[in-house]
């Protein structure tokens, strides 16, 4: 763990608000040089703090108009592994998140879909089929707000 200041705090912000801003329009927008920004940004890499780009897809604009999280606890734990339904749940396509949690139920699944009729085709075809699947509890996605997180910024939807 590295210490932050300002300027760390600003990069990040700045980051995750435009992940491929070049050093120099970072510097700009922060009143440093470039090559500060840039050694800057190295430092964040090397501390493990900054990971990478990432690309965000907006699933709407494919066609896919339904999100929904799905709770999902397993049946049993003793007679399917893990690692049979972890494979098997991300050969789906329309899941797009697998997470394994602590709590009410065993895994998180955010799950895509063309609108609701398809969701309950994925639904019906491809998660209630999985090896060792219990209880399913949905959700569907109505807006999403993101935060910035614990460095600030300005909030997008």
């Known amino acids: 763990m590295i210490d932050l200041d300002d300027i760390d705090r600003a990069v990040l912000r700045e980051l995750s608000l435009e992940g491929?801003?070049?050093?120099?329009?970072?510097?700009?927008?922060?009143?440093?040089?470039?090559?500060?920004?840039?050694r800057r940004v190295r430092r964040l890499e090397e501390a493990g703090i900054l990971t990478g780009l990432r690309v965000e897809v907006d699933h709407a604009a494919l066609g896919f108009g339904v999100t929904v999280f799905l709770g999902v606890?397993?049946?049993?734990r003793g007679r399917v592994s893990l690692e049979d339904f972890e494979r098997a749940v991300q050969a789906i396509p329309e899941v797009q998140l697998v997470q394994h949690v602590l709590g009410m139920f065993d895994y998180r699944l955010r799950v895509v879909a063309r609108d609701i009729t398809d969701f309950e085709r994925v639904?019906?075809?491809?998660?209630?089929?999985?090896?060792?699947?219990?209880?399913?509890?949905?959700?569907?996605?109505?807006?999403?707000?993101?935060?910035m997180g614990p460095f600030g910024g300005r909030q997008t939807g």
């Open 20 to 38: 491929d801003l070049s050093a120099g329009e970072l510097g700009r927008r922060l009143g440093i040089s470039q090559p500060a920004a840039w």
């Open 123 to 147: 639904l019906r075809r491809r998660i209630m089929t999985l090896p060792g699947l219990g209880q399913v509890e949905a959700n569907v996605l109505l807006t999403e707000e993101r935060r």
């Open 73 to 76: 606890k397993l049946a049993t």
